[in-house]
Each structure stands twice: as structure tokens, then as C-alpha cells.
């Protein structure tokens, strides 16, 4: 292994005739030119050009693709190099340092160069493909506190604008458009199968005593108050609830009141909820 030393001394000039020193790499060396003045055009007036004017369509290899055979040569040569930055992690220090340079480069008007654009599908098959049997980073962990804060903060601002609530809404719209998402969000809601569904509930009529005296009358006889021992308490509309979900069946020992967020709760996992309000009402004994 070489020391820092014996590496400076074989840092040599670049060969393209600029004057600046090369660096030295493990793998391959002294190196002969400081990247991007090898050039084949002109080397030595390529890069005396600011970074500017031999960037975009005025760099020499603007447009031009590697061919098939060079990019398996490339492969092959970096096949078995490790990363030099694996199994490192950065100090507290680092950190700070890249949060505080990014800070100031997207303050100034720059912005991440993939806004805006989209992956092509070979692109996002390639991603998905690579992705594949990977174990996510954060398997087993959890976030702390702060993070999950500074994250509900971030959420809440991001779903709080117009531009955001009028993306999702035409996204809703989109999904519900389509007849089959619309029987799959049935049959959840009614906690069967795709082969037991038998129509959409929310269609079927009432009986014929449900009138707004009888509801009043539900809601009376349970103190106006939500019946659920759990209750967030976080409605204070409330509403009659079927327990067990036909609406044809009206009887008041079938009925219970529930606030608009325990009604909404009850639509799933309906067999447990059946049999949670039907014990609530023969405590009761309705």
C-alpha cells in the first residue's frame, strides 16, 4: 500500500499540455489526463474553454452513444472494483455540510434535473428489474420522532395546496370511472367476494318506516352520543347504523347510533363489527 507521499510523487502533468497536476488511482496508476481534456478536438483549446462553453451541444461528444462492444469493455474492466465510499458512512459534520450546499444551490433557482421529466418504459422495466430481491434499506428500522414530525409537516403542506387536491381528485375521478373499481371497492366495503357480490348497497332503498322522525328517534333513545366504547371523538355528526348492514331491516334492535367516523370505520371487517354492536345492544337490552 502506498502512502500519501509516495502517491504525490507520481502524480504527474496532464498530457493534453495545460499544466495541471493528474492525480494518482489505485487501480490504474498515474493518470494521463485530468477528465475532459483528452479530447480528441483540439485537446489543448478544449480545456482552457470554461466549463460553460464546452458544456450542452458544444462538448465534443454531445449526441454520440458508446457502442454495444464499448459498453461491455467498460463493464468488464470495472467487473470486481469495489466502491471506494462501501461500508462508509458520513459524519454528523458531512452531513450538515451536503444539507447546507444543496440548501444554497436550490435557494439560487436550480432545480433537480429530473423535474419535470418522466422514464421511458424501458427505463422504469430496467429500474424494476435491478430493483428486484433487494432488501429495503429501512427493513426493521423505524423512524424517530423528529423525522416522522419533520415528514408530517412536509405532507401536510404538500396535500394542503390546490395544485395537489385537484390532482387527486381527478385521480379518484380516473379510478372510479372504471366499472370493475368500483365493484372492487364495493365488495371491500361490504366484506365479500368478487363471486358473492350482488349489486352496489348504496342503490338499494331503505324501509319504509326510515323517515328523518324515526332517525331522530334512534338518536334519541342513544343519548345523541356515539355508542362505540372506542370513539376518537372526532365527529359530531351522528348518524343511525344498521348492524347488520340491510337496509330493509329497520327494528330498532338492529339499529345503533354511531358518529360519522365510527359509521365510516364499520364499513370494513364487517363481521367483526357485527358482532361488536350486536353485544352493545343486548347489553342494552333493546
Given amino acids: ?166 390532482m387527486f381528485s381527478k385521480r379518484i375521478q380516473n379510478y372510479y370511472s372504471n366499472i370493475e373499481n368500483r365493484i372492487k371497492a364495493s365488495c371491500i366495503k361490504q366484506g365479500i367476494s368478487r363471486e358473492d357480490w350482488k349489486g352496489f348497497v348504496s342503490q338499494e332503498p331503505y324501509c319504509q318506516i326510515w323517515t328523518k322522525e324515526y332517525k331522530e328517534f334512534i338518536k334519541e333513545r342513544d343519548g345523541y352520543k356515539c355508542q362505540n366504547p372506542d370513539c376518537w371523538n372526532t365527529n359530531n355528526v351522528f348518524i343511525p347504523h344498521h348492524i347488520d348492514y340491510n337496509k330493509k331491516n329497520c327494528e330498532p334492535n338492529n339499529l345503533i347510533t354511531l358518529c360519522n367516523s365510527c359509521n365510516s370505520r364499520a364499513n370494513g371487517n364487517r363481521e367483526y363489527w357485527k358482532k361488536f354492536y350486536k353485544n352493545i345492544i343486548l347489553e342494552k337490552r333493546i
Fill in 1 to 166: 500500500m502506498l502512502t500519501k507521499e509516495e502517491k504525490k510523487n507520481l502524480d504527474g502533468y496532464c498530457e493534453c499540455g495545460c499544466g495541471k497536476l493528474t492525480n494518482f488511482n489505485k487501480y490504474y496508476g498515474p493518470i494521463k489526463f485530468i477528465s475532459g481534456h483528452n479530447s480528441r478536438v483540439s485537446p489543448m483549446g478544449f480545456c482552457l474553454k470554461t466549463k460553460e462553453e464546452r458544456s450542452g451541444k458544444n462538448h465534443p461528444y454531445y449526441g454520440k452513444k458508446f457502442s454495444e462492444e464499448h459498453r461491455r469493455k467498460l463493464s468488464e474492466s470495472h467487473m470486481g472494483q469495489v466502491a471506494w465510499n462501501k461500508g462508509k458512512e458520513l459524519t454528523e459534520e458531512q452531513k450538515i455540510q451536503i444539507s447546507n450546499i444543496l440548501k444554497e444551490y436550490y435557494a439560487n433557482g436550480n432545480e433537480p434535473w429530473m423535474k419535470g421529466r418522466k422514464h421511458s418504459k424501458k427505463s422504469r422495466k430496467k429500474i424494476s428489474e435491478a430493483g428486484k430481491g433487494r432488501v429495503s434499506p429501512m427493513k426493521g428500522k423505524e423512524f424517530g420522532e423528529v423525522t416522522k414530525k419533520n415528514m408530517s409537516i412536509v405532507h401536510l403542506k404538500r396535500c394542503s395546496t390546490k395544485k395537489y387536491k385537484k
